[in-house]
């Protein structure tokens, strides 16, 4: 059915303020260093025409990944994309930093050292930081813990994370905070070393808190980046199941942390809205059939409402930062890529800053089918223009909308990025029908819908394409005057400034 929603911007209540750096990302250390990332799909995996076979057997990794160079984070484009996001925390980490040997004196000569997976040189190293001073970024990382670091019943050394810090510094990008470790509560599948137990976490965790604040004490202390230790995936229905396969060796958040004796700064966790084809073996996989419905766009305030409370206990009137979040674990669906993935991106946002404050680090910026932009060219996907909008419309004062989520209006109200008086609405139609809007007058509209269809690469903003003009100019991001009533289209996604 049909749904009618009447704006009525002087009846909404603040609900809190949020940081402007809310859109944030990842580079992987992968991509820094090279090394193996998921497979890219094929065309017609991406435009559905192609089923993507199910893999069952993932002692071979083959199957699902394969080797990238390092990134170019000079490249031009790669900048300029970026910095029209505007300012942003940039996370290094992701499992591969688990076992990176910073290799910044060139002993091993690019070689790998026995207890490690890869090799970060100086100059890899200086270049990313490089690109995070050109957009103006904060640097997030997290650092080696594997048996090339140390053995499990042994505390946990720093000598490898102090280079890595003061390299940094030294150079004018200080890192600005740090995470321990990536994933810890998945032990084996995180390339610790062999039988470390939350217990060795425990310790080491606190043994790194207290290095930070006597070496470092302007570095935020984040933690614990868990992933998958709650109800991730939800509802248990629409094909995606309850949470992890059997087999994963998961702990909580209360064991990794332990007698807590090191206080950290902010809460992190992890969350995607499933597992992508790659990975559905281990269930939590969603079929595209249900990507608009009211289960799979609730899995991010889900998510974040069961560890509100493991925020509060751990940092009390702390942020909560997601450090990885995109639409599906495994290097994302084959419809990541397309306009079919903007209204969960969307929502995502609009969810979580109704409930709390905090930053969500996209996985990622330019690598594998979830990035903002396509691994090597760097040319920018829906994705990338839909949170471009939010960024260039959606201020810091979040709002109640006055509206109860339902089917064909998901609506959330903000103040003006312009900081002009008003306010700044995005409705997203996850239904059937058209969803009409009674403005409150006259109002600027932004109509996001995909070119083709949902499984678009092209998305339209009024419907003109959005795509890089000569020289990568940007498309004219502007709006339609509009008074009365407006029509959000099925699956479209709507930004109404009034």
């Not at 043994?207 to 004490?217: C, D, I, S, V």
Request: charge should be negative; proline fraction near 5%; aromatic fraction near 12%.
């Amino acid at each position: 059915m049909a749904e009618f929603v009447r704006l009525n911007p002087d009846a909404l209540k603040e609900l809190r303020q949020i940081d402007p750096r809310l859109i944030s990302y990842n580079v992987e250390m992968t991509e820094v260093t090279g090394g193996t990332f998921w497979k890219a799909y094929t065309d017609a995996q991406v435009d559905g025409t192609e089923p993507f076979p199910v893999i069952k057997d993932w002692s071979n990794m083959g199957n699902l990944q394969q080797w990238y160079d390092p990134i170019d984070t000079k490249n031009p484009r790669l900048i300029k994309m970026a910095k029209e996001l505007g300012t942003a925390w940039v996370r290094v980490s992701g499992t591969w930093a688990n076992k990176t040997y910073y290799d910044f004196d060139n002993k091993y000569g690019g070689k790998v050292p026995e207890g490690f997976q890869n090799v970060l040189s100086k100059e890899q190293w200086l270049s990313l930081l490089d690109f995070v001073r050109a957009i103006d970024g904060k640097l997030l990382v997290s650092i080696a813990n594997c048996p090339g670091i140390h053995a499990a019943d042994e505390p946990m050394p720093f000598e490898q994370a102090d280079l890595l810090f003061r390299t940094s510094k030294e150079y004018g990008v200080p890192i600005a905070a740090a995470e321990f470790t990536n994933e810890p509560n998945l032990i084996a599948l995180s390339g610790l070393p062999q039988g470390y137990t939350a217990a060795d976490h425990a310790r080491d965790h606190d043994l790194f808190g207290a290095w930070l604040r006597e070496n470092y004490p302007e570095c935020l202390f984040v933690g614990p980046c868990t992933v998958g230790d709650i109800d991730m995936f939800g509802f248990g229905n629409d094909g995606a199941g309850g949470g992890m396969a059997a087999g994963f060796q998961m702990v909580t958040t209360e064991e990794l942390l332990g007698e807590y004796k090191s206080k950290m700064d902010v809460f992190s966790y992890h969350y995607y809205n499933g597992v992508s084809e790659r990975g559905a073996a281990m269930g939590g996989h969603w079929p595209y059939e249900a990507i608009l419905t009211e289960p799979y766009l609730g899995i991010a305030a889900h998510c974040a409402r069961q560890y509100v409370p493991k925020r509060d206990k751990y940092v009390p009137g702390g942020q909560m930062w997601v450090t990885e979040s995109g639409d599906a674990g495994c290097g994302g669906n084959t419809w990541a890529s397309t306009y079919a993935d903007v209204p969960r991106t969307l929502n995502e946002l609009g969810e979580f800053a109704t409930v709390t404050d905090g930053i969500i680090f996209h996985n990622t910026l330019a690598s594998s089918d979830y990035g903002y932009l396509k691994h090597g060219t760097f040319e920018p996907r829906p994705n990338y223009f839909a949170v471009l909008l939010w960024k260039r419309l959606m201020g810091s004062t979040v709002y109640d909308s006055g509206e109860a989520i339902r089917e064909g209006a998901y609506v959330y109200a903000h103040s003006r990025a312009d900081g002009k008086d008003g306010v700044a609405y995005l409705v997203i139609n996850n239904s059937a029908e058209p969803t009409t809007v009674e403005l409150s007058g006259e109002a600027q509209v932004y109509a996001l819908t995909g070119k083709t269809g949902l499984r678009s690469r092209v998305m339209q903003l009024n419907g003109k394409d959005l795509v890089l003009g000569e020289d990568d100019a940007l498309p004219c991001l502007c709006g339609e005057t509009v008074s009365g009533t407006v029509e959000v289209a099925p699956g479209g996604c709507t930004f109404i400034l009034v």
